[in-house]
Structure formats: C-alpha cells, structure tokens
C-alpha cells in the first residue's frame, strides 16, 4: 500500500510538499490542478522532474474539480478534453502514475417530489462524443490509471451508468 498527500494551498511551493511528504514517510505527493500553479499551461514540469529525481517521491495527479469532458456545451467539452490529453502528457514527463478525476453530477431540476439530473435523463449525450476507451488507453499506454473518484451514492451510480454505456 502508498500513501500519499495532496498538494497544500498553504506551501505553494512543490519543495515545501516534498519536505512535509517525507517528514511524514509518505510516499507520493498528488498534484492538485484547482491549484493555479499546476494548470497544464502553467505547471514547471522540469523543476517537478527535478525536485522528484532530487528527493524520491513520487507524483499522481487529480484533475479540476469541475472537470467535465461530457459538458453539454461542445465547446466546454473541447477544452476540458484538450486538458486531459495535456495532463497525460504532463503525467508521463512527470512519472506520475495515477489520474484521478470525479465524474460531474451534472445540473439538476428540483421538482416537488424529486431531483432529476439532466446527465441521468439525457444519459446518451452525456457521454457525447467523447471516446473514453481511447483516453483509458492512452493512460495505459504511458503506465498510468485513470481513477474515478466519488463522493456520493448517486454519483457512483452515474459514474456505473456511464461506463456501462460506453
């Protein structure tokens, strides 16, 4: 078994991470891309590479929390696509093994009697025209798992739902 620690908002700095990691024996740091700095467009892949040859910890990633690939809006779909090939590149220069994301509850009407969740409803265009074996595949490609995370029953229930459709 690893275990591990995100990154902390209040040691914005990588090196301050990897210090408290290994003063608590940890044995992996996960990136967290809420986080400004670890943005694909901003994120210094060559000090995380030196910071990890230096020390020896590792590094897995958690995505946005807001992302969402299965937008409905095609638009917000292509960019939070476009993030996840970045970041499995950015993984596979980082050596980081593990991807983990949460699959959107998505927007939901509350009615009288109920709660009905447009991704439950519209279950096929939920899952668009995203490819999600491909994007699976590319993470084994580079040595690295997807991971879906969840928080809630009914969220593991959508995220069932949408791997069985696939």
Do not use: W
């Amino acid at each position: 078994m690893f275990l591990g620690m995100p990154t902390l908002i209040e040691k914005s700095d990588v090196k301050d991470c990897v210090k408290l990691c290994e003063s608590l024996g940890l044995d992996f740091i996960e990136l967290n891309m809420n986080l400004p700095e670890y943005q694909p467009d901003r994120i210094d892949v060559e000090k995380l590479v030196d910071v990890a040859k230096k020390s020896g910890e590792k590094y897995t990633i958690h995505l946005d929390e807001n992302f969402n690939p299965c937008d409905f809006n095609a638009y917000v779909s292509k960019a939070y696509i476009r993030t996840l090939k970045d970041t499995f590149d950015i993984a596979k220069r980082i050596g980081a093994n593990v991807i983990n994301t949460h699959l959107s509850k998505g927007v939901n009407f509350t009615m009288p009697d109920r709660k009905i969740f447009l991704f439950e409803k519209y279950l096929d265009s939920y899952a668009g025209d995203l490819d999600i074996a491909k994007y699976l595949k590319r993470a084994e490609d580079l040595g690295a798992s997807a991971v879906i995370e969840t928080k809630t029953v009914e969220a593991l229930r959508t995220s069932c739902e949408f791997i069985k459709n696939l």
